[in-house]
């Protein structure tokens, strides 16, 4: 007797509606992780903090005690509730419907704005060219429209909700067109590469926050020897950082060029007629500030020696 087959029937997954607006992106799969080790190293500092102060039987200040509250519920928030508020988010999309865009808000509060009131926020200059999505505001209401890096079928089904999304504010104003920015691959990468240098940045920060942490530490150990470490291991560190922030502000800038002649974000609260001029040198400035600061603290600690 022929032994029979069996198939495995893989259910098909759900196709988001092109009517439907997602809330949140899911393209870029590192994004979440990383906040997820930044939760996780949240929660080890601030027990080996508490384990520290248990062992040297010493308590901590008022302000301490604050801090480390924040720091375990930002952690616990990070690891193990934020992917869990997401999906949740995911349920209550924004509805795109012959009238309007209807919100659904939680305890079964539901609210409908027209395409003339979208229209009309968007002349107003309400909508902002952000680095992962398209962000439209009407009042408290808000519209992402992501970019999806990384998905390229999320990226599609974003499109084609965008493309109906322009239809329907062109049927009530034909000129509001030359306002909207195209949704196209060769711009989605230029913003693409925007948001991987806002995300290097932070993540050089982080860096920088954990290097402080051991230069106090090795700093209160005392002596020639941990002055001479501290100065060794923390500096070689801050040059590192140091290097890769002025590398990624020099990209940024001519990223930043180029998505000024591609799409000229000249609407949206920032305009660059105002602090919109500064952007392409924003990773210069940014290099500037967090290094006077970081070595500010630095001095600090040691005068305060």
Known sequence: MAKKSIQKINKPKKKRPVTEISRTEVGYDAFDESWKVLG???????????????DDDTSLSVLGVVVITIGIIAGIYLVFLRKKLREKRLERVPKMLPEGIR???????????????????????????????????????????????????????????????TEKLLSVDPMIGEKLPKYSKSNIDLLDKRCFYHLSRRNQLIVLFCNMLLFMWLGSLGGMEAAILSSLVCGAVESIVFYFLIKGAYYNYKNELACREALPDITGPITDNGIGAIKPYWGFIYVVIVFVINYLIQYTLIWMK
């Open 40 to 54: 996780w190293f949240l929660l080890f500092v601030c027990g080996l903090i508490l384990v520290c102060c248990l």
């Open 103 to 165: 919100y659904r808000w939680p305890f079964g509060v539901t609210k409908v704005h027209s395409y003339e009131e979208w229209a009309d926020s968007i002349n107003a200059g309400h909508f902002v060219i952000g680095p992962r999505a398209f962000e439209f505001r009407l009042g408290i209401e808000k519209l992402s429209f992501y970019y999806n890096v990384g998905n390229a079928g999320e990226r599609v089904k974003t499109e084609d909700s965008y493309k109906y999304f």
